[in-house]
């Protein structure tokens, strides 16, 4: 039960896209396409953005996009954003219904 | 509107416990899986433990196998965590969480384990 491996910190200038990789092993990541991804905001319940590698939940803007190869999963935001600068986190099922985070990324909007 | 409120945080010594509860409502509770995730200040999401819809299966971080045990009430609509031998390790905000993937976050509760 490692944790899934992301960049400390990825930063952009608005209007640009940037992408978070999060990096798995073949028991997690790479057996399930049950990848999600959140986002969380200082002292405020993380949000979920994605859903089962590429699905959005209804009311998330569709700058946020999501994608799977072999054991690494990526989240994309598009059009960058003021408000996209907090912290996001992967998560993957990892079988026996247990479920594994990633290591956390810090955006910052240049 | 879907509601998870936490409570039962708190200061315990180490060596203690500790019950969290968590209340649900704006959905159908017994028919989600539901979860605890704990973060330490300043530290990444970490899940502890799952729990199926009927009660009938339970999962566990090895971390705190044999220590936590997770449990619902599905007629009061509420999730528990009871953690015994706590461990200074496990100061954390614990959160619950519905659904698979884990949809609605609660704002959760701290738990501070120190002497």
């Known amino acids: 039960q490692s944790a899934l491996t992301q960049p400390a910190s990825v930063s952009g200038s608005p209007g640009q896209s940037i992408t978070i990789s999060c990096t798995g092993t073949?028991?997690?990541?790479?057996?399930?396409?049950?990848v999600s991804w959140y986002q969380q905001h200082p002292g405020k319940a993380p949000k979920l953005m994605i859903y089962e590698v590429s699905k959005r939940p209804s009311g998330v803007s569709n700058r946020f996009s999501g994608s799977k190869s072999g054991n690494t999963a990526s989240l994309t935001i598009s059009g960058l954003q003021a408000e996209d600068e907090t912290d996001y986190y992967c998560c993957s099922y990892a079988g026996s219904s247990t479920y594994v985070f990633g290591t956390g990324t810090k955006v910052t909007v240049l | 509107e879907v509601q998870l409120v936490e409570s039962g945080g708190g200061l315990v010594q180490p060596g203690g416990s500790l019950r969290l509860a968590c209340a649900a409502s704006?959905?159908?509770?017994?028919?989600?899986?539901m979860h605890w995730v704990r973060q330490a200040p300043g530290k990444g999401l970490v899940w502890v433990s799952g729990i199926n819809s009927d009660a009938s299966g339970t999962s566990y971080a090895d971390s705190v196998k044999g220590r936590f045990t997770i449990s619902r009430d599905n007629a009061k609509n509420t999730l528990f965590l009871q953690m015994n031998s706590l461990r200074d390790e496990d100061t954390a905000v614990y959160y619950c969480a519905n659904g698979a993937p884990l949809n609605y976050w609660g704002q959760g509760t701290l738990v501070t384990v120190s002497s």
């Open positions: 073949s028991s997690d990541v790479g057996s399930y396409n049950l």
């Open positions: 704006g959905f159908t509770f017994s028919s989600y899986w």
